[in-house]
């Protein structure tokens, strides 16, 4: 069984910043992917930020330049810093895992952005 427990979300101001954190838990292997993605209201979700547990990233046009992805591999535990935050940024979002061809989810976080 494997858990995944964001934090981080909230309310912020345009221009402003927040850090996401994920906790995995459980059955944890050292080859998996860790990501972020978003789903606004009325949208699919998508991407936003992937990392591999060497550090290698990929992300979204979206979030080049503003949003930073981080992973601690020994607390199996993802960050995603978000700076220069914008209104089109409001969503939930969604802790990723994907390990052995499975993908898992957290419950996610909101993030609302004021305009």
């Known amino acids: 069984q494997v858990q995944l427990v964001e934090s981080g979300g909230g309310l912020v101001q345009a221009g402003g910043s927040l850090r996401l954190s994920c906790a995995a838990s459980?059955?944890?292997?050292?080859?998996?992917?860790m990501g972020w993605y978003r789903q606004a209201p009325g949208k699919q979700r998508e991407l936003v930020a992937t990392?591999?547990?060497?550090?290698?990233?990929n992300y979204a046009d979206s979030a080049k330049g503003r949003f930073t992805i981080s992973r601690d591999n020994a607390k199996n535990t993802v960050y995603l810093q978000m700076n220069s935050l914008k209104f089109g940024d409001t969503a939930v979002y969604y802790c990723?895992?994907?390990?052995?061809?499975?993908?898992?989810w957290g419950q996610g976080t909101q993030v609302t952005v004021s305009s």
């Open positions: 990723s895992l994907t390990m052995r061809s499975r993908d898992y």
């Open positions: 459980g059955s944890i292997f050292s080859l998996n992917l």
């Open positions: 990392i591999t547990p060497g550090g290698a990233t």
